[in-house]
């Protein structure tokens, strides 16, 4: 199953992801993980530590 990760809304989005996880991709609801809130420093974006295009404008569009 996929990992999502969830930013904000996630009272509404959480339950929302599970049920169109399960539905489309199969499985169980328990099978599915979904992730809140992830420091900055923690992920990476175009093979950067802790860049992000809402953070560094050399990177360009979001994906």
Same mark, same amino acid.
């Given at each position: 199953?996929? *990992?999502?990760? /969830?930013?904000?809304? *996630? &009272? %509404? !989005?959480?339950? #929302?992801? *599970?049920? /169109?996880?399960? %539905?489309?991709? @199969? @499985?169980?609801?328990?099978? /599915?993980?979904?992730?809140?809130?992830? &420091?900055?420093?923690?992920?990476? *974006? #175009? #093979?950067?530590? @802790?860049?992000?295009? %809402?953070?560094?404008s050399? !990177? @360009?569009?979001?994906?």
């Amino acid at each position: 199953m996929p *990992t999502d990760h /969830v930013e904000m809304m *996630t &009272k %509404e !989005l959480v339950p #929302a992801m *599970t049920r /169109v996880s399960v %539905e489309i991709l @199969g @499985g169980q609801p328990d099978s /599915v993980d979904i992730i809140i809130d992830i &420091k900055r420093e923690n992920r990476s *974006t #175009a #093979a950067s530590p @802790g860049r992000s295009p %809402e953070t560094d404008s050399r !990177l @360009g569009q979001s994906l």
